[in-house]
């Protein structure tokens, strides 16, 4: 399967680092990373280990092929001047899957494409940017996807499959908007902790199950 993943910071990176292994994947992403990744490759550290030649470029006006997945993992506020510059490719048979964090991002995109050409995903799988062409996977996590529609398509089914072929544990829901709002709640819980504490996700964990066993 062609692959274009427009936003290939931390998430973006990693998931194109994974499907690389058995699909055609080009990452969209900034300058430094982008010059990294062509002269040395990308690197996953951390709870993956996995080196990867890539296809990397910066700007999407590159691209002279319509992918067969367009993945979108740019920051909510940048998501519709992706779908913008990425509609030049959306060919026919084209389907755009959002993993992004945000409850609007399904909205912004309809107004630029039709809806039966976008599916959503959520993930619990984290990772940092540490340098140009280097992530950390910092937790291993899942992948949930559905249609817009509920419906468990032969088009949904498929992608899980190749998610999970590479490595990234995916299901299918009937209600990804519900999993969508699932995830902006934990977030909007876990957030403001690590920004009042300044720590990561997983200093919190760690400190919780101190707490729960009686050693904090």
């Not at 080196?51 to 590159?62: F, G, L, Q, R, Y």
């Not at 067969?68 to 959306?90: C, P, W």
């Not at 920004?195 to 919780?208: A, E, I, R, S």
Request: proline residues 2%; positive net charge.
């Amino acid at each position: 399967m062609n692959i274009v993943i427009v936003g290939a910071g931390a998430i973006g990176s990693l998931f194109g680092a994974f499907l690389s292994k058995e699909n055609d994947v080009l990452l969209i992403g900034r300058k430094p990373h982008v010059s990294e990744i062509k002269k040395s490759g990308l690197f996953i550290s951390g709870k993956t280990k996995l080196k990867v030649k890539i296809n990397a470029e910066e700007s999407i006006d590159t691209v002279t092929f319509s992918p067969d997945l367009l993945i979108l993992t740019v920051k909510s506020y940048d998501t519709e001047s992706a779908i913008k510059q990425a509609k030049k490719i959306i060919g026919k048979d084209t389907v755009v899957l959002s993993i992004q964090n945000g409850v609007d991002n399904i909205d912004k995109l309809k107004r630029h494409i039709d809806s039966d050409r976008i599916i959503a995903g959520v993930t619990t799988h984290g990772a940092l940017f540490s340098k140009p062409g280097v992530i950390i996977h910092t937790g291993k996590g899942s992948m949930v996807l559905g249609e817009l529609n509920g419906m468990e398509s032969k088009r949904i089914e498929n992608i899980s499959k190749i998610f999970n072929s590479a490595g990234i544990e995916s299901t299918i829901s009937k209600n990804i908007g519900k999993e969508i709002w699932i995830k902006t709640i934990i977030n909007s819980s876990i957030n403001p902790l690590t920004t009042f504490f300044q720590c990561k996700n997983g200093y919190l964990l760690k400190n919780l199950l101190r707490q729960t066993s009686g050693c904090w």
